[in-house]
């Protein structure tokens, strides 16, 4: 009988991908996953609209870096959330690589039938091992946004909003707009 070593997926695994696919690698699997469905991206794109002036364009030294699909490089993970941003006064500028090996401090993660199985299950408790301060998990066919803040290593729902609700939430409560603006 001959013993096969195990290969654990490496970032070469992801760079063989198809490029329709967006791969990761969670608790040491190779995970992979269609690019964004219209509704998705849509969603994701209009909260990034709605943050980018007041946190990074204006927020200055104070404000914040918010990126779409950063690709994260932690603890033997590589993972890609739909959205994250890094407090500037912890990352005062952004790094020379392709993917960034220190946690965001907010990630929201856009749900959908393919990821949300592992968004929930997997991605959560993987972020509040890293200690990334806040999390949103936003649905755009349920139309929902659920905002958590880091307690003590655990998750905490903070606020559960829906439809057309009004956002002003952490860590970005500063801002409000409709939770509308994120719907087709």
């Not at 970032?11 to 969670?26: F, M, R």
């Not at 998705?40 to 909260?47: D, F, G, N, Q, R």
């Not at 907010?106 to 301060?133: F, G, H």
């Not at 939430?169 to 087709?184: D, G, I, K, R, T």
Request: aromatic content about 10%.
């Amino acid at each position: 009988m001959t013993n096969t070593a195990l290969k654990l997926p490496n970032y070469d695994d992801i760079l063989g991908l198809p490029s329709n696919l967006v791969g990761e690698i969670i608790n040491g699997r190779l995970e992979a996953q269609p690019r964004p469905a219209p509704k998705h991206a849509l969603t994701s794109s209009a909260l990034g609209g709605e943050l980018f002036y007041p946190f990074q364009k204006r927020g200055g030294t104070n404000g914040w870096w918010i990126l779409d699909e950063p690709e994260l490089h932690i603890d033997g993970h590589i993972l890609v959330p739909d959205l994250a941003g890094w407090r500037k006064k912890r990352m005062p500028k952004l790094p020379d690589t392709a993917w960034f090996e220190m946690a965001p401090d907010w990630i929201c993660e856009i749900l959908s039938p393919a990821t949300t199985k592992i968004d929930r299950n997997e991605k959560m408790p993987i972020y509040a091992s890293l200690k990334v301060q806040y999390l949103w998990l936003i649905d755009p066919l349920l139309q929902t946004l659920e905002v958590y803040r880091l307690q003590e290593g655990h998750w905490l729902l903070e606020d559960n909003l829906k439809d057309d609700d009004t956002v002003c939430v952490v860590p970005f409560s500063e801002h409000s707009f409709s939770l509308s603006n994120l719907w087709e």
